[in-house]
């Protein structure tokens, strides 16, 4: 093992040292398996969020123009409140809630009466004030220990006010992170949302999933897909509207952007009605010229191949000169990148574009596959934790299944198009010597930047100050600190111009590290020798 993270995990007393070894590789050395969405040990200082936040905030939070219902305490809805820049634009006539924070604000008394009153009276001040098309109800951990029962009211509130209600079982404590409230959400969206308005597409159409509009991230990336001549139907979630939902199982393929949040709902959508996927990356330059290129090859139409090129080579020419500049400014510069399960691989991509190594990589809650690839999932060891979060079992719909392109026609294009229905996951592309940390902790945080130095740390809210604090620049992937769009051409820029201008101020020059000026508490870990 590498010195290193020999020296990390030395720390450790032995069940730790035995527990996080798993899920540290050094690719030096060991190309084995990774473990990976497994409970975080107790004590550890881990910065995964919970089921609702990966369901309320991360997935359903972005579509606007329904009402999305906390049920729980209030500070459950108070901490996911607008904290995720998750963009929207509303055009006339359309409902948009996303800026309100709608919670039932169960108390004490609520926990040990029950909370479904305060629940249905929530509800009818919802549709008396807002008249929303639909409402999300969310639970939080204490309703799923009180057993209210959700779902029975989304029954009668349909019946009652003849609108959609559709209610999310995503107690923050099921599964091991936000990755389980995904899977919750994909299976409810699959079952109650896609596939319920038919639409005629115009001309080759698709949906783009898992892209969240961060920043504006998804406008930047329909711009040149539009440029393009393609026609978006559904975007899912970032800017999402619940009409478009409905009508994604007309497009001809899903663009899956973010494996870890969404594969699910490409997966079950291929079996119910025959939707090809590909995996895309609109992050990076290399990234999005390869995905547009994968996409004309799927589409094999000789106008929207010559088109794509066009694209191409018109937006490499608006940014090149930028880029050129970007580049030569931060060249040699090293980065280690530590975010939820898909962007501390898609921002590698960018970083080479600049010159910028990787030394350390890092999810916070994804599965082996976005570490190793998809054709590790047949060997993934399921715990007690995993068989917890249902697997839906879908089955063809007849009278919707279209297939654009016949099984035969896929599987030739597989050849080529290495992407198609598949993930080769992030450690492929690291190059060796580079580190991948499963769930890093604070303490190990700390660890690696002392000890690797990088010149940057991309990382969230949690560990951007304490990283600063030992003189090291941090910018957070998550929310982009206020910036962006990150995305496709416009974004490289972007990304590029707030690199240079975090590396280029002299303030981390000015910061010293406590640690360099006091000696700090030396202790164990797991309370062990
Ligand atoms: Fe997908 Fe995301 Fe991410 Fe994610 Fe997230 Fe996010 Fe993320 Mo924060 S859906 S896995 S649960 S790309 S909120 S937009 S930045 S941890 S790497």
């Not at 975080?40 to 369901?55: E, I, K, N, V, W």
């Amino acid at each position: 093992m590498n010195k290193v993270v020999d020296s990390v995990l030395d720390k450790y007393s032995a069940k730790v040292y035995k527990n996080r070894k798993k899920h540290i590789l050094d690719l030096e050395n060991e190309t084995e398996e990774i473990d990976a969405n497994r409970r975080t040990m107790p004590g550890m200082l881990t910065h995964r969020g919970c089921c609702y936040a990966g369901c309320k905030g991360v997935v359903l939070g972005p579509i606007k123009d329904i009402v999305l219902l906390t049920h729980g305490p209030i500070g459950c809805g108070y901490y996911s409140w607008g904290t995720r820049r998750n963009k929207a634009s509303v055009q006339e006539g359309e409902g948009n809630f996303i800026q309100y924070c709608f919670s039932t604000n169960l108390g004490e008394s609520d926990i040990v009466f029950g909370g479904e009153k305060k629940l249905k009276a929530a509800i009818k001040e919802i549709v008396d004030i807002f008249d929303p098309k639909a409402i999300f109800i969310c639970s939080t951990c204490p309703v799923g220990l009180i057993g209210d029962d959700i779902s029975a009211v989304a029954e009668e509130t349909k019946k009652l006010y003849n609108i959609e209600c559709i209610s999310f079982p995503c107690e923050g404590y099921k599964g091991v992170s936000q990755s389980a409230g995904h899977h919750i959400a994909n299976n409810k969206i699959i079952k109650s949302i896609i596939g319920t308005k038919e639409y005629t597409p115009k001309t080759h159409s698709v949906n783009i999933l898992g892209e969240y509009n961060i920043g504006g991230d998804s406008w930047e990336i329909e711009r040149v897909l539009k440029r393009i001549g393609y026609e978006i139907i559904s975007v899912m979630t970032g800017n999402g509207s619940i009409d478009e939902m409905s009508k994604a199982h007309n497009a001809e393929l899903n663009l899956v952007q973010c494996h870890r949040s969404i594969n699910y709902i490409a997966e079950m959508m291929k079996i119910q009605y025959g939707t090809t996927w590909l995996k895309v990356n609109f992050i990076g330059v290399d990234g999005i010229v390869s995905s547009l290129r994968d996409m004309a090859k799927f589409f094999n139409d000789p106008a929207i191949t010559a088109r794509t090129e066009e694209v191409i080579a018109e937006e490499l020419e608006d940014i090149k000169e930028d880029m050129e500049y970007y580049k030569n400014k931060l060249t040699g510069k090293t980065a280690a990148l530590y975010v939820g399960g898909s962007r501390a691989h898609h921002y590698q991509l960018l970083l080479n574009d600049l010159g910028v190594e990787t030394v350390l990589a890092g999810f916070e809650f994804a599965h082996r596959d976005d570490y190793e690839g998809r054709e590790v999932i047949p060997t993934i060891v399921e715990d007690a934790d995993l068989k917890n979060i249902e697997v839906l079992q879908v089955e063809k719909i007849e009278g919707k299944y279209k297939e654009f392109k016949s099984e035969e026609e896929i599987e030739e294009l597989k050849k080529t198009i290495t992407d198609l229905e598949n993930y080769e996951g992030m450690m492929p592309d690291m190059t060796k010597g580079s580190i991948v940390v499963d769930d890093l902790n604070q303490y190990e945080a700390e660890e690696f930047i002392k000890k690797l130095k990088p010149d940057i740390f991309f990382t969230g809210i949690k560990d951007k100050y304490t990283i600063q604090k030992g003189g090291v620049l941090s910018r957070q992937l998550h929310s982009y600190d206020y910036s962006g769009p990150y995305a496709g051409f416009k974004g490289a820029v972007n990304f590029g111009r707030d690199v240079t201008m975090g590396l280029y101020t002299p303030a981390w020059g000015f910061t010293v590290a406590p640690w360099k000026k006091e000696s700090i508490l030396e202790g164990t870990f797991g309370g062990e020798a």
